[in-house]
């Protein structure tokens, strides 16, 4: 299942749980150096490792784990790793270092969106040994030997601990959700909007922000490669200022998270209707599409319309 999506770069693909989507991981191989970048969760442990070793490489050797962001179905492996490997450097954004470090909070937040049987669909979350931390900011390479360097950015939005890595001997842009999401039957891209700290008008920046580094191509770790990465930004940008109206004007209107769910899936169908692909769907099948992932997104931008003030 493994595949090489470029020189040195390797997809580990992850098996889906029915009821959430976990990250998938990737391997990116330098001289002499390599970097795991996401962990997935620790659920899905033993598949990331055995991915690896399908690359023809060995999980000891690893000089570095970097998760884009510490949500659980990005970071959650991250301590499991540690315990198992004593030799990688775990690579954290600022903002969020201290949560997997201690993640008290993180667990407790988690356990609020998800439920108490949380760690039956992701598994635990291990502390991070605080002296292998390197915090990043932005601006920081990661080295992996000549010729190939992960370039940070700091990139909020989807979340404010969210970094992208620009690998700078393929130019691919490893995204995590910072350039939003994709739903490839219906040919769509949409923000990823996930409560409680997703910001739209900073996702919108960080589109522009990518965009400037002019990356060949997208990896996202739910959605696999972009190589359309003009239409890409452009298309996120659209639908989370889209979302931003319909949301906010049902909200205005008094309208119940139902009545909100049901205008925004009217919005995105209309959008499927107008892609390439999607709009070649039976019109029963657009509606379906549509509805899946409404409801965290009703919730995420609620709660950012209420932290500023605006309903």
């Not at 690359?55 to 790793?81: K, Q």
């Not at 910072?178 to 949409?190: I, L, P, Q, R, T």
């Not at 997208?218 to 889209?242: C, D, K, M, Q, Y």
């Amino acid at each position: 299942m493994v595949k090489e999506l470029a020189k040195g770069i390797f997809h580990i693909p992850t098996t889906p749980h029915p009821r959430v989507p976990f990250s998938h991981a990737f391997l990116v191989v330098g001289e002499g150096k390599m970097a795991l970048v996401e962990s997935a969760p620790a659920s899905r442990n033993a598949e990331v490792t055995a991915g690896i070793r399908e690359a023809g490489y060995d999980p000891a050797g690893l000089d570095y784990i970097v998760p884009t962001h510490i949500h659980i179905d990005h970071a959650g492996g991250v301590g499991l790793l540690a315990q198992q490997l004593a030799r990688p450097t775990i690579v954290l954004p600022e903002a969020g270092a201290r949560h997997m470090i201690d993640p008290t909070r993180l667990v407790e937040s988690t356990r609020q969106v998800f439920g108490d049987q949380f760690e039956e669909i992701y598994g635990p979350m291990l502390p991070v040994p605080r002296e292998r931390v390197w915090v990043v900011r932005g601006g920081e390479a990661i080295s992996l030997g000549q010729g190939r360097e992960l370039r940070v950015h700091a990139s909020p939005g989807h979340a404010p601990h969210h970094i992208v890595l620009h690998d700078s001997l393929t130019g691919m842009l490893f995204a995590g959700e910072a350039a939003g999401g994709y739903n490839a039957e219906g040919d769509v891209y949409v923000p990823s909007a996930a409560p409680p700290s997703f910001d739209p008008n900073v996702a919108i920046e960080t589109y522009h922000m990518i965009a400037g580094l002019r990356p060949s191509a997208i990896v996202s770790s739910h959605n696999g490669v972009w190589p359309e990465v003009e239409r890409a930004l452009a298309e996120a940008e659209a639908t989370t200022r889209g979302y931003t109206e319909v949301v906010l004007g049902a909200l205005r209107e008094g309208a119940d998270k139902v009545e909100v769910g049901r205008r925004l899936a009217a919005y995105l169908e209309g959008r499927i209707a107008q892609s390439p692909r999607g709009s070649r769907l039976a019109p029963e099948r657009r509606a379906e599409i549509a509805v899946d992932g409404i409801r965290m997104a009703v919730s995420a931008y609620t709660v950012y319309f209420q932290r500023a003030k605006l309903i």
